[in-house]
């Protein structure tokens, strides 16, 4: 598990040049005057980094989170509290518990707009965005989110990482709304920032060609979108092996636009395939498989199997 999740939790580290870049340190809060304080502030943060670092290399959430956010709190410092909300905010999405990410990002802030913690205010705002628009499809609430997140990275003036993140969610949000023609201008740009900041051959820049593939496919053009998610994939499999739950979704993709060009009788076997992987990749009873085994039965009814289209519509449901 370690070992599949190692290039990701190597992607997602800064930039060790951020360490020398003055301009970029001051956009970090300072310590509190308090020396006691200041320690105790500096000993939560490393549990933070430490709890983050484990939980990107594990599918559970290290255990010691909630203590950790209710240490935070108790400090009463809020830059810390703030990065202690978004932290939780993040373990919720990868458990797949959106709204209670939702409400971790909104105490986060709260935090971040009193304690002038800009940096993680942008952070947050961006995974409002994301959050809402893209993973529970509440598009104006996201479109809500996404116009402070632009504003956020403004006032930081040089944060490109941060403007990446947020053109990559646009691209993502657009086009699952249906507005493909914005977002592929959100698309376009993402890639460019990503491969400028990280390198075209990681995986963030990787995950940036996955998201202009969805603005093609949505549309209405899928040979554009076979090309992107042939070579996402092809690009997954060499860095993080055939198996991964990454490489189980773009399989997802690759098999909508079978759907699209063949027609249901034909991919009935690619999307029993991405059934199959994410039930071992991702777990039978996690929100990503649930939505597999969805399209599984809506493509099984195009094809006229109606009995094994009940079967995996009401597992699903």
Same mark, same amino acid.
């Given at each position: 598990?370690?070992?599949?999740? *190692?290039? =990701? ?25 308090? &020396?006691?304080?200041?320690? @105790?502030? =500096?000993? !939560? ?38 990065? *202690?909300? $978004? @932290? ?15 409400? #971790? ?21 961006? =995974?409002?965005? #994301? ?7 509440? $598009? ?7 116009? %402070? ?8 003036? %040089? ?7 947020? #053109?990559?969610? @646009? ?43 969805? /603005?093609?496919? $949505? ?5 554009? /979108? ?43 076997? *690619? ?10 990749? $991702?777990?039978?009873? %996690? &929100? ?12 099984? !009814? ?5 009995? &094994? ?6 597992? *699903?449901?």
């Amino acid at each position: 598990d370690v070992l599949k999740r *190692a290039p =990701q939790a190597i992607d997602a580290l800064p930039s060790i040049e951020t360490c020398g870049d003055a301009e970029d340190l001051d956009t970090w809060t300072r310590p509190p005057e308090d &020396p006691a304080l200041a320690e @105790m502030v =500096q000993e !939560i943060r490393e549990r933070i980094a430490g709890l983050t670092a484990a939980s990107r290399l594990s599918k559970k959430v290290a255990p010691g989170a909630e203590e950790v956010l209710a240490d935070a709190e108790g400090t009463g410092h809020g830059p810390l509290i703030a990065e *202690a909300h $978004y @932290m939780t905010a993040r373990f919720s999405v990868w458990q797949g518990k959106h709204t209670e990410a939702v409400e #971790h990002l909104e105490q986060t802030v709260y935090a971040a707009l009193a304690s002038d913690h800009d940096r993680v205010l942008a952070d947050a705002f961006t =995974q409002l965005a #994301h959050t809402t628009g893209v993973l529970l499809s509440q $598009y104006d609430d996201g479109l809500r989110w996404a116009r %402070h997140a632009e504003a956020a990275i403004d006032r930081l003036g %040089h944060d490109t990482s941060g403007a990446a993140e947020y #053109h990559n969610v @646009m691209c993502k949000l657009l086009a699952d709304k249906g507005d493909t023609k914005l977002a592929l201008t959100h698309c376009h740009r993402a890639v460019e920032l990503y491969e400028s900041v990280h390198g075209p051959d990681t995986l963030v820049a990787t995950f940036a060609h996955d998201s202009l593939g969805i /603005a093609y496919f $949505y549309g209405g053009e899928p040979e554009k /979108a076979l090309s992107e998610w042939e070579f996402v994939r092809d690009q997954l499999i060499s860095q993080v092996g055939e198996f991964h739950p990454d490489v189980t979704r773009i399989a997802n993709s690759l098999a909508a636009v079978c759907f699209k060009t063949r027609g249901a009788q034909a991919c009935v076997g *690619a999307f029993e395939d991405v059934v199959q992987r994410a039930g071992t990749s $991702y777990g039978e009873n %996690h &929100p990503q498989t649930t939505d597999f085994r969805n399209n599984l039965a809506y493509i099984e !009814i195009e094809a006229g199997r109606v009995e &094994p289209a009940r079967a995996h519509a009401t597992q *699903a449901l």
